[in-house]
Every structure is written in structure tokens, then in C-alpha cells.
């Protein structure tokens, strides 16, 4: 019957484990760790939810020589238009290059915005006694203009339709070309996938076809293909975080089942103690599959902190089964309230980051915080009815004791740790605090393919990093529009300030609904004129074909009839050019903009432009808000934190002498944290920041358990050393395993997070084990003289 | 087939050629030509015919007009280039840059003669379809490397006279369908063109920027 149960107990996990694991996904957004309340964050949030293309692909090709670029961008577009089940089209020039015609279409649309009073003009200039005369002006523009755009264009447009494309705010500024560098050794494909991608592993598999693909054309050396946008960005975040998440989890576990060993020389119980960490690994996974709906970068560090911390447990389990002589169920009642309270307020202090706004940093909380829970219940639960059958005559486990009372290792590690401070404080003074980086290259992977893509994208065409994007949303197009003409006044009365360089409004391009339907009733039979135009054009010098561009935006309106504004242009070109420009996406509207500000004016610019649906958008401005507003927000929650933690210690000592030198000690540890970090040229960031809330919630363990004891012993700085050196050497070495092993990881910020905690927890250990006993007894000895 | 001409110019008779024409482009140091310049376009019954002059003095002096009496003018004083229309009494001053290129399809490369320092210069800067001589007479058919350019040019051709290297004809073709030549004739070299030349009139014309 037990086995039943035993065996039904398994396959329960194992389904638990397959529905959790299946469901673990990957949020590469950064911006999802940021509160959403900051402006700035909502603009970029808005961008990408509306023009970041989640299926678009960029592939870019350098090469030596403009014709090598040219045949290679050639071959690979070929080879990707084969594969039509994975790709939907490939995009290497605007579409209307090849086929003129397609423009025609955004001609009549861009008509059909223009004020009546544009419109009366064009009414006029093909009017039975005025085309004529409109014909011969044009043909005397094209004897005169030194254009060859002009040339080009005007021979087909003998009654000036295209006169809003030629003289429009935005195209006048838009002569950078999206598909190749000025020189031809950059070239850009736009590669559009088959389907959607469900998940972040159907996106590395996509990406993983298009790479075989484009080898399969064998491209001569020298030329480089590079893949960006979002697809490849997907691929290349979550691929990497998911690197991360396993091999810091599994580096963890290698470097406790060292310092295991180190400490106790037995198989058996390392093995079973691995075991148990890798169930509670993949539990706290599985729970997080489950129970959390993606996983952000700071997310992925969990796993590797939370079995540092879960660890703890298994040791303490072990130390006490090694002297305890009684059954499974007193060896679990043993260590039940000691495992309970450091659990409880660990776990307490993670879950207290969730006072912070800041999502990313709530989503690691929840995560350890649970995993420390289950890590308890684990160890307690199942590792004790193992470990209660060990030998138990034991006595290798007490070297730690006699090394840690020694005289020599004392007066050696006070020494160290006051060197430490020395040096620390050296550092502080020559160097100062450690300076804030909010810039976004904190928010950037080490190494990423699509971003270094990206780079040479923005470097190669537009030769122009610094600008800011306008983005202007509404519930509906007349509403966006009122917003775009708001922001265009502002951003006009900007240009007389000096506050940007040059802008490009989406305001030329939007329609209006009061034009269109003035307009169109009026357009729309405009095609029954045409056997006149035709004869007119005949009589005046152009030929037949002149009148192909006439004649398709006329039937273009005829085309549009009835339809109830406001309308947008459908065809492939007209989709091309909105689709930077226009977005209709989750019942919202949004309109995009570009923004040239003059440099250090960025933030006068904001605040001018701080309005309903508007916003700006760059990286730049970004940073600048979180340096405003982060340091406040980390300030709220570490005075809650404290506030917290120094009522419990009031509770739990009634001594104010205990409070104030735990306070002290905190102090002495974050002083030396920041001196170090300053002369090891680290600066504190959106992520390392959090360092010191976890700091606050486990680092202070040490220090407190360590009053504790000395309070019980009388002050007895040897026997307190006896009873916990061991343990708190073992748990400051595994959670600094834990923390240290993210510091590989690829997210700039996250391997920040890992160094600065990894530190943290090595120098609140060493000055809670060598200077704390002594600092307690120093103040003892005053008050009793 | 570009392959192949490209192979083909590399021969050094084609080669020296080339090399005759921007040598002898170095000795000018002021030139003065009357052309016709006829557009050829798909949409037009017939081609446009106007007359025109460009002057040049070394190192920024530039004159170039196109009709009779001039309805197009570019002028150029150093780094400044306006675009004037006498009949419109209208005046726009032009990015030094994009007058260059304007008017290199018209014709007037020569606004920054040479138009390359050497033959190095030249292939770096553009593809050599063809090159074709016969007697004093030598057509050269090239395209500029630059992408810009090629998105609406098939070719440019250049007709020098072997023995002195000077231009006589040049035409372009583009992609619309539509072509330019412009033949050149009275064409002087090194003589003395006055300063006034460079000075047009203007006062009272209305000033445009460069959106208008």
C-alpha cells in the first residue's frame, strides 16, 4: 500500500514537473522589469507593441565591393523565396521600384487628405478650360528642372498629382534609403515569416532554418550576413537567458558539492543532497512555469540563488542528524523551528521586494521566494528521513569546530577583515561612492549577434543614433490625429526654442476625416474625365502613357466610392510605407514619429511634449528617468525593509545595544561593499541595486544569528564562533556560489546582480564572524567599567 | 556583361584612354562651352531642345544655364550654389553636395573638375561599361558605384577628343526610360572669363528654402 502511494506520489511530481516545464517561457523584453508608470517606459513600450514587427526579419550583408554586396543580398533573397512553408516574402527594394503602378494607390490617398482648398486646386488644373494650360506648365517644369526625381516623376504627372508626395514635410526628409548604404557595401533584406511564433523555441528554430539557408548559398569570403530585428532578437535573448538559467544552476550545484566535500569528505550524503537540490530546482521551475506567465532576464537568476539559498536547509538537516540519535519524525521536529523562522524570513524578505513598482524585480522575489519554501519543505520533508539513517558516529564533521576556534585562524581572519576595511575605505575616499549607470547598455546582453546588426543597421543607413521617437496614441484615428496636431505645435514651438534639430511629424501622412469626406464625393467621378485628359495631353505634346498615373488614381477613388471614412491605403507599398508610420493593434491607434533633439536638451523636450496619448521614446531619455526615479524607489523599499527587519530584532533581543550594533555592522557591511566596488570600478545600476534588499534579507542573517548565540552564551565570542562559524562559512559559500555563478551570465545587469551580492555576502560573513564578537564584547566591557 | 566591359577597360589601351581625358582635365584651369542639351522622355512626343553655357573658373567659380535666354542658372561662389529662375524672379540656395549631383546628371560634372584625381580615383568611384574609340574620338559608357545613383541611372556616357581631351558630348540615361544629352561646342579653354560672370543679379527675387 505505501508503495502504491509512494509510486502515485511519483508520477503526480512527474506530470507536475512535465505541466510546469512545458510551460516555462521567456519575456526579452526589458522594459517588462521596469515600473510602467515612467513615461519613458511606456513610450518604448508603446513602440514596440506597435512597430517592433515581431515577425520581421532583418538580414543585413556587408561586403568588400557594392557589386559583391549586390549578388550576395541577390542570392540570398532567392535562396529565402524558395522556402516559401517558412517564409511569407523577402522584401530587398521598395516594392513600388519594380512596379511603379503599385504608388498610385498612396498617390489618391494622399490626395484625398489634402484640404478642400488643395482639392479645389487639383479640380481646377484639370478643368476643361484650364487642363491645357496645366499640361503645357508641366511640360515647360520638365524642360527646366535640374532633378532627375523631378524628371522622372513629372513626365508621368502632366496635371500635378503627386505635387503632396513632392512637397510633404515627410518626404522631403525621408531621402534615407531603408535597403542599402549610400556606397553599396551594406545591403538590407526584410524577410517576413510563414507563421506566427507561438513560442521563444519556435523563434530560435525559425532562425535556425533562415541561418541554414542562407549558408546553403555559399557566399564568398568576405561578405557578412548579420540578423536582426525582432525574431532574432527573441532568438538570441531567450536562447542565451535559457544558457544562463541552466548552466548557473547547474555551476551552483557543482560548487556546493565542493564545498560539501570539502567540509565533510562523505559520498552518500552529497549524493543525496545534489538529489534533493535538483527536485528542488526543477519544482520551483515547474511552479514558475505554472504559476508565473514568462520569465524576465532578472527572473532567470533565480534558480542559481535559490538553490544557494535552499541549500542552507540541507546543511543544517545534515549537521543535526550527524549528533541526533531519535526517530525521523523527532530529527523533523528537531529542526523544524529553526528552519521555519530562516525560511519564513527569507522567504519573508523576497517576498517583500514586491513592495517595490519595479515588476522585474517582484518577479525575482515571488521566484526565490517560493523556491526557498519548497527548498524547506524538501529538505525537512524528505532529506531528513534520509539523512536520519546515516552513520551517525560521526566525528570528522567537528574539524570545522576546532579550525574555527583556533587562535591563529581568529587573530588572522580579524586581520584580514580589517584590511579588507581598510582598503575599502581607501577606496571610498580616493575613488568616492561607486558612480549610477542607468544607461541602456546595462539593459544589453554581452553578446548579441542582433544587436551588433542592429548597431551596424543604424550606423550604416541612417549614420544617426541620436534620435527620439514620437509616439502618439488614441482609441481611434480622428483622436490620434487631434493629439498629432497638438504635438506638431509643440514640437514647432521646440524648433523656435532650439530644443530639436528637425522633426518629421506623422501629421502629413494622417487622415482626415473631414477632408476625406469632403473629398471624396468629389474625386470619386473624377474617372469619367478621363477620355477628355487623354485628348488634352495628345494636343499638348505628351504621349499616352503620360496619363498611366492619372488614370489609376482616378479609378483609385472611383474604387473607393462609398466607403465611410476614414480610409487607409491597402496595397503592398502603401503597406510598406505606413507600416513605421501607423499602427492599429489591441483597439488602439498609434502614430510614429522623429525627433532630432539638440544634445542636453532631451529632458526640456519631454517635459514640453508631456501630453494626453503622447510620448517620446528613446533609450537615452530612459536612462535618464531611472536614474530620477529608481534610487527613490529602492530608497522606499529598503527604509520598508529595514523598518521591518529592526522590529523584529526589537521583538527578538529587547536590547537596544544588540539593535544599534546590528545597525552598525549593516552599515560597516554596505560601506565596505561600496568601497570595494568603487576600486574594482563597478557602478550601481537598475539591477545591482537590488543587491542590497537581498543583502538586507539574507546577508543579515549572519549577523543575526550571531547576536543570538552571544546573548545565549553570555557573550562567549569563542563558543559562539564554535557553534556557527562552520555554518555560516558554509552557507555564506554556497548562496556566494549561487550569486557568483550568474556572474557569467549574458545580461550585463544580471551578472552585476550576481557580483555585487556574491560580494556582499563574502564581506557580511566575514565581518559578522570576526569583527561582530569582538565589537559586542568591546562594548560590553565599556558598559560595565 | 558589366563583367565583361569592366574586364575589357581594365586593357591598357582603354586603360590610357581614360587616363588621357583626367590628365588633360587638370590642365584646365578655365573653361568655356556653349551646349544643347535635348531630354528625350517616354511620355513626350517629341524630345526637349535647349541651349545653354557653363563657365568655369578653378578653383569654385561655376556658371552653368540651360535656355535662351536662361531659365534654369546655378551659380557657384566658393561653397555657396544657388538655383535661380530669372522668368520666375525665384532664387534657392542648394546643399554644395546636392547641386554636384544634380547637376552631374545634367551635364556639369565639372563643377569640381577633376572629375577624379586619377584613373585609381576614377574606378573606385565608377563602373566602366564600355570604351569605344574611333579616329579623335573617343566614347567612354560608365555608372557611378554609388547606390543612389543607380536606383534611377542605367548609364552616363562620356565623348572626349583623344588628342586634347576635351568634352564633347555627354548624355545619361535613366531607368524611367528617359535620356540626356548634351552636345558641346565654342568650347574654350584657359581663356579669361570676367568675375561678373559669377555674379548674377538677383535683387528683388524671392528667396526659397530648400523645401520650397
Known amino acids: 500500500m505505501r508503495k502504491i502511494r509512494a509510486a502515485g506520489l511519483v508520477v503526480l511530481l512527474l506530470v507536475f514537473l512535465y505541466a510546469g516545464l512545458s510551460h516555462i517561457s521567456f519575456d526579452v523584453d526589458v522594459l517588462r522589469l521596469l515600473p510602467t508608470n515612467l513615461r519613458a517606459v511606456r513610450g518604448l513600450s508603446l513602440f514596440l507593441q506597435h512597430f517592433s514587427l515581431p515577425n520581421e526579419l532583418i538580414v543585413t550583408v556587408t561586403a568588400e565591393r557594392a557589386k559583391e554586396a549586390e549578388s550576395a543580398t541577390e542570392s540570398i533573397a532567392g535562396a529565402l523565396r524558395s522556402r516559401n512553408t517558412i517564409v511569407r516574402q523577402v522584401v530587398s527594394e521598395p516594392p513600388w521600384e519594380k512596379n511603379p503602378v503599385q504608388l498610385s494607390e498612396f498617390v489618391a490617398w494622399l490626395v484625398l487628405n489634402e484640404t478642400p482648398a488643395e482639392s479645389d486646386a487639383l479640380l481646377a488644373r484639370i478643368a476643361p478650360g484650364q487642363a491645357a494650360r496645366t499640361a503645357q506648365e508641366t511640360l515647360e517644369k520638365l524642360s527646366e528642372t535640374i532633378s532627375p526625381q523631378e524628371l522622372a516623376l513629372l513626365g508621368y ?24 548604404s549610400a556606397d553599396g557595401k551594406f545591403r538590407v533584406l526584410y524577410v517576413e515569416g510563414a507563421r506566427r511564433f507561438r513560442t521563444y523555441r519556435d523563434n530560435i528554430s525559425w532562425i535556425r532554418e533562415i541561418r541554414a539557408t542562407i549558408s546553403q548559398t555559399h557566399l564568398p569570403t568576405g561578405v557578412k550576413v548579420g540578423l536582426t530585428g525582432e525574431p532574432a532578437f527573441v532568438a538570441d535573448i531567450s536562447g542565451s537567458m535559457q544558457f544562463d538559467m541552466c548552466s548557473s544552476g547547474f555551476v551552483t550545484m557543482l560548487l556546493i558539492g565542493i564545498i560539501f566535500w570539502l567540509c ?54 545534515y549537521q543535526r542528524s550527524l549528533s541526533h540519535h531519535g526517530s525521523v519524525r523527532v530529527l523533523q521536529k528537531d529542526c523544524l523551528q529553526n528552519i521555519l523562522w530562516t525560511s ?10 514586491n513592495l517595490s513598482s519595479l515588476p522585474g524585480l517582484s518577479q525575482l522575489g515571488n521566484l526565490v521566494g517560493i523556491g526557498v519554501l519548497v527548498g524547506a519543505t524538501v529538505m525537512l520533508g524528505v532529506f531528513a528521513q534520509i539523512a536520519a539513517r546515516y552513520p551517525k558516529t560521526d566525528d570528522r564533521g567537528n574539524w570545522g569546530k576546532r579550525f574555527f576556534t583556533s587562535p591563529g585562524f581568529v587573530r588572522a581572519g580579524i586581520w584580514f577583515t580589517l584590511a579588507l576595511l581598510g582598503i575599502a575605505t581607501v577606496g571610498l575616499i580616493w575613488k568616492g561612492p561607486p558612480r549610477a549607470d542607468f544607461s541602456a547598455r546595462t539593459l544589453r546582453p554581452r553578446k548579441s549577434g542582433a544587436y551588433d546588426a542592429m548597431d551596424q543597421l543604424t550606423a550604416r543607413l541612417t549614420n544617426d543614433a541620436d534620435f527620439v521617437s514620437l509616439i502618439v496614441t488614441g482609441p481611434d484615428d480622428e483622436t490620434v490625429r487631434q493629439r498629432l496636431e497638438w504635438a506638431d505645435a509643440r514640437l514647432h514651438a521646440a524648433k523656435a526654442q532650439g530644443l530639436v534639430t528637425s522633426y518629421r511629424s506623422a501629421l502629413p501622412l494622417w487622415p482626415s476625416v473631414k477632408n476625406q469626406t469632403c473629398n471624396l464625393p468629389r474625386l470619386r467621378g473624377l474617372v469619367n474625365e478621363l477620355p477628355r485628359l487623354q485628348q488634352v495631353v495628345l494636343a499638348n505634346g505628351f504621349t499616352e502613357e503620360s496619363l498611366g498615373l492619372t488614370r489609376n488614381v482616378f479609378q483609385q477613388f472611383a474604387q473607393w466610392g462609398e466607403r465611410k471614412p476614414p480610409i487607409w491605403p491597402e496595397n503592398p507599398a502603401s503597406h510598406w510605407i505606413l507600416r513605421r508610420v501607423a499602427s492599429h493593434r489591441d483597439a488602439q491607434v498609434a502614430a510614429l ?63 537596544l545595544r544588540d539593535v544599534g550594533l546590528f545597525v552598525g555592522i549593516t552599515a560597516l557591511v554596505l560601506a565596505t561593499l561600496a568601497g570595494v566596488m568603487s576600486l574594482l570600478g563597478m557602478t550601481w545600476n537598475f539591477f545591482n541595486l537590488a543587491a542590497i534588499l537581498l543583502l538586507l534579507g539574507t546577508g543579515t542573517d549572519y ?5 543570538l548565540e552571544l546573548r545565549r552564551n553570555g557573550g562567549d565570542a569563542v563558543a559562539a564562533r564554535a557553534t556557527l562559524g ?19 551570465a549574458n545580461n550585463r545587469g544580471l551578472a ?3 557580483q555585487t551580492c556574491a560580494l556582499g555576502l563574502v564581506i557580511d560573513a566575514l565581518i559578522s564572524i570576526f569583527l561582530l564578537p569582538e565589537a559586542r564584547r568591546w562594548l560590553m566591557n565599556r558598559s560595565h567599567a | 556583361m558589366l563583367a565583361v566591359a569592366s574586364a575589357k577597360a581594365e586593357q591598357p589601351n582603354e586603360k590610357k584612354l581614360i587616363q588621357i581625358w583626367l590628365e588633360r582635365q587638370h590642365d584646365i584651369k578655365s573653361l568655356s562651352a556653349d551646349f544643347v542639351q535635348t531630354r528625350s522622355l517616354r511620355s513626350l512626343q517629341s524630345p526637349i531642345r535647349n541651349k545653354g553655357h557653363l563657365w568655369l ?9 540651360l535656355g535662351d535666354p536662361p531659365k534654369t542658372v546655378v551659380v557657384r561662389h566658393g561653397r555657396n550654389v544657388d538655383l535661380i529662375s530669372p522668368f520666375k524672379r525665384q532664387m534657392r540656395p542648394l546643399d554644395p553636395q546636392e547641386a554636384q549631383r544634380q547637376l552631374g546628371m545634367q551635364g556639369a560634372a565639372m563643377m569640381d573638375t577633376p572629375v577624379a584625381k586619377n584613373y585609381a580615383d576614377f574606378i573606385s568611384r565608377f563602373d566602366v561599361l564600355s570604351v569605344q574609340s574611333s579616329d579623335d574620338r573617343c566614347e567612354i559608357s560608365i555608372l557611378p558605384r554609388q547606390d543612389d545613383a543607380r536606383k534611377f541611372l542605367e548609364g552616363i556616357s562620356l565623348t572626349f577628343k583623344v588628342s586634347d581631351g576635351h568634352l564633347l558630348a555627354f548624355g545619361m540615361r535613366l531607368r524611367s526610360g528617359a535620356a540626356i544629352e548634351n552636345e558641346f561646342t565654342q568650347v574654350e579653354i584657359n581663356q579669361s572669363i570676367p568675375r561678373s560672370v559669377f555674379e548674377f543679379p538677383v535683387s528683388g527675387y524671392e528667396v526659397l528654402n530648400a523645401k520650397n
Not at chain 1, 519564513?344 to 521586494?353: I, K, M, S
Open chain 1, 703 to 707: 549577523s543575526i544569528l550571531l547576536l
Open chain 1, 264 to 317: 565533510y569528505h562523505r559520498h552518500g550524503p552529497l549524493r543525496d543532497l545534489m538529489t534533493m537540490l535538483i527536485v528542488i530546482f526543477l519544482v520551483s521551475l515547474a511552479f514558475a512555469g505554472l504559476f508565473l506567465p514568462q520569465l524576465t532576464v532578472i527572473g532567470v537568476g533565480f534558480a542559481s540563488i535559490m538553490i544557494g539559498l535552499s541549500v542552507d536547509y540541507g546543511y543544517f538537516v
Open chain 1, 157 to 180: 504627372d502632366p496635371f500635378g498629382l503627386t505635387l503632396p508626395l513632392t512637397t510633404g514635410d515627410f518626404f522631403s526628409q525621408t531621402a534615407q534609403s531603408e535597403f542599402s
Open chain 1, 593 to 655: 514619429g522623429l525627433l532630432h533633439p539638440v544634445p542636453g536638451k532631451h529632458q526640456a523636450l519631454a517635459n514640453l511634449l508631456q501630453g494626453e496619448g503622447v510620448y517620446l521614446a528613446s533609450w537615452g531619455l530612459l536612462g535618464d528617468e531611472l536614474l530620477r526615479e529608481i534610487p527613490k524607489e529602492f530608497l522606499q523599499t529598503i527604509v520598508g525593509l529595514v523598518s521591518l527587519v529592526l522590529l523584529i530584532l526589537a521583538i527578538a533581543f529587547r536590547s
Open chain 1, 752 to 754: 552585476s546582480l550576481g
Open chain 2, 57 to 65: 573658373v578653378k578653383p569654385d567659380l561655376f556658371r552653368w544655364q
Open chain 1, 344 to 353: 519564513g524570513t527569507t522567504a519573508a524578505a523576497f517576498f517583500a521586494l
Open chain 1, 726 to 744: 562552520q555554518v555560516i562559512v558554509l552557507c555564506a559559500a554556497s548562496a556566494s556560489a549561487g550569486f557568483g555563478s550568474i556572474t557569467w
